[in-house]
């Protein structure tokens, strides 16, 4: 990891010295088939620096010392998440092939897709998302039309599971380094916002627990 955030400095440097010194060979490298490295390389580090940390926590995962990390491969399968949301009477019944399709697309577990959708609004049978279908109750985005209360309106709860993995990937776990549920819940669901921020963590993490031992119900 250390040697791989160096060679990213290292190049940092030379792309600061070609641009001072050298702003014609700089040219010629943009137009070549390395253009994309040498276009915006200061975004391409930040990237690179970020995939670094979630390959070094799966790796660390996978030794037992990732509790809690919401990537990694499904720990539940596609028919188990369809009797769970049968069982609490969800709305989103019938979608559990959809779920884990979007946890495997994104590297994301379902178990805790689910997790966030009981502890947000029981399965989308509470609050904004029986009406918004958003199952980790997202506030206003571009791409989907905003409700008052700044809620976003998905198209479907397919919908809202789609944009609630692409959250979770994009923004907390590449962009934020921010893999476990220890570390997700703060920022998701701080207590500046009036959340019980440990009661969170606790309740995602016991539904994972249950749902992984096999058990539809706590």
Not at 87 to 95: E, I, K, R, T
């Amino acid at each position: 990891m250390r040697k791989l955030v160096s060679v990213v400095v290292v190049f940092l440097v030379a792309f600061y010295l070609l641009s001072t010194l050298a702003p014609g060979v700089l040219t010629q490298l943009r137009k070549s088939p390395l253009g994309d490295l040498f276009a915006n390389p200061f975004q391409v580090a930040k990237s690179h620096v970020a995939s670094l940390q979630v390959q070094a926590f799966v790796q660390a995962q996978s030794q037992g010392q990732g509790e809690y990390a919401v990537v990694g491969s499904p720990t539940v399968s596609a028919d188990f998440i369809n009797r769970v949301l049968a069982a609490y009477g969800s709305p989103a019944a019938g979608l559990g092939q959809d779920i884990y399709d979007l946890g495997v697309h994104y590297g994301i577990d379902p178990v805790y897709a689910l997790a966030f959708f009981q502890h947000e609004s029981s399965f989308g049978r509470t609050g904004e998302a029986q009406t918004t279908m958003s199952p980790g109750n997202e506030r206003c985005i571009p791409d989907r039309p905003c409700l008052p209360g700044d809620w976003a309106q998905m198209e479907s709860w397919a919908d809202g599971f789609a944009h609630w993995f692409l959250l979770i990937r994009t923004l907390y776990v590449q962009q934020w380094g921010r893999l476990t549920v220890a570390q997700i819940i703060p920022k998701y669901a701080p207590s500046s916002d009036g959340n019980d921020e440990a009661a969170y963590i606790a309740s995602v993490e016991h539904a994972v627990d249950t749902w992984r031992a096999g058990h539809l119900y706590d």
